[in-house]
């Protein structure tokens, strides 16, 4: 009887020693590469959008990966993908050092490639385009948003990763690689890319005297990357200077990049008004403001495609919701989902969903995209062709200002 006794009370203190968080074992015994799969998993835990982790026990997660033997960082990074892989969240990943030193140039610099922005398609798991960028190999051969990267080099891409996707397209200037693509489902085609040094100066500018009347100053923007902002503010300050009374803002095969950027940028047209609402885990709703620094009250439209996404849908949303400005196009991408990016002990990073976003006017436009007030085709034009003639969404933008202009001009 004593000795049952004393089984129990053991028992009894073994749990309130165990739920003080005074007895951890596991952690006593975690090698350099199991340390690495917990603080993944932590990020994950603290941070990810999806408090239910796409339905499952994360701890039971976290366990069958620690449960594995581990003998290399290979080996660990396999682990991670597959633990990540549990999510059914392509934009939920990791990026071994190189390619975390690629992403981080990439919104600072150049990259070496043929130049796409790609996601994944949720339906079949192939690569979609999101949009080339602008004077890339891609954009030279004329892959279009929207488009499917079916292989690269042969290699089906329903098994791969948007990092290694995105790695296998990546390589020296000068070598080459086969992308096997599908335009409107229409029959494959295997397109040879020769890769370069890509530039990524997003802004691209001129000025347009339409009459005596009206001057546009058009702005083409490739890309939200850490000198966006600046460049168009002192792009509009400079236009303002020459006498531009009317503005195209051409986010056209723009497909996002730093969140900040876009917001800044919103501000730079925006006096008042809500820019975007972000809902993160719990649903808490925070919101970007204007700030009352708008460089100009000229009209404004703005041209939008199926390669406008994240960040792009963001800064037209907001124009739009504002009244500030029409959109002309067709109908936007429709990432309304927010990463963030993490820094691991290795070098290496983590990208992690952490919220969503809805437009001012309420509207979420995950998968959905961005209607335009006024929708227009566009026939596949050349890079030179763009704002001119034979840039039909870009008429419409002038016969749009034109109208603005002469409203604004009556007495």
Do not use: C
Request: glycine share 6%; hydrophobic share 40%; net charge negative.
């Amino acid at each position: 009887m004593g000795r049952k006794t004393f089984k129990i009370t053991v028992s009894v203190l073994l749990a309130v020693v165990i739920s003080l968080g005074l007895w951890q074992p596991t952690a006593l015994a975690l090698t350099d590469e199991d340390s690495l799969v917990a603080e993944v998993w932590r990020i994950v835990n603290r941070a990810y959008l999806d408090q239910t982790f796409n339905q499952q026990n994360w701890w039971f997660v976290r366990e069958h990966v620690l449960d594995q033997k581990l003998n290399s960082r290979a080996d660990t990074y396999d682990a991670i993908r597959e633990m990540l892989g549990s999510l059914n969240d392509p934009y939920t990943r990791l990026l071994p050092p190189e390619q975390y030193r690629s992403l981080q140039t990439s919104t600072s610099g150049e990259l070496t490639g043929v130049g796409l922005q790609i996601a994944k398609d949720e339906a079949d798991q192939y690569l979609q385009v999101i949009a080339p960028i602008a004077g890339s190999p891609a954009a030279a051969a004329h892959v279009q948003p929207r488009d499917r990267i079916l292989a690269i080099d042969g290699q089906s891409t329903q098994t791969l990763t948007l990092d290694e996707a995105a790695n296998a397209m990546r390589g020296p200037a000068g070598t080459e690689v086969v992308l096997t693509i599908s335009h409107n489902q229409q029959a494959p085609e295997a397109i040879t890319l020769t890769r370069e040094t890509v530039s990524l100066n997003p802004v691209v500018t001129s000025v347009d005297s339409i009459s005596d009347n009206l001057t546009i100053g058009y702005i083409r923007l490739s890309q939200f990357n850490a000198n966006a902002a600046r460049e168009i503010a002192a792009t509009v300050r400079s236009f303002e200077q020459q006498g531009v009374n009317a503005y195209v803002l051409d986010l056209r095969n723009n497909p996002g990049g730093l969140l900040n950027a876009g917001i800044e940028i919103a501000r730079q047209w925006l006096d008042t008004g809500t820019i975007v609402y972000t809902f993160d885990r719990r649903g808490m709703l925070d919101s970007f403001e204007a700030t009352g620094s708008a460089l100009t009250e000229a009209p404004l439209v703005v041209l939008v495609n199926e390669g406008t996404a994240s960040a792009s849908e963001i800064l037209a949303g907001a124009l739009q919701d504002n009244r500030r400005a029409q959109l002309v196009g067709n109908t936007t991408f429709g990432k309304g989902l927010i990463q963030s990016l993490f820094d691991l002990s290795d070098g290496s990073g983590l990208v992690v969903t952490v919220a969503k976003y809805k437009t001012p006017a309420n509207h979420d436009i995950n998968r959905l995209g961005i209607r335009p007030d006024q929708t227009v085709p566009l026939a596949a034009i050349s890079r030179e062709q763009i704002a001119t003639d034979d840039d039909t969404q870009y008429q419409a933008a002038i016969e749009l200002l034109s109208q603005s202009t002469v409203m604004a001009s009556a007495p």
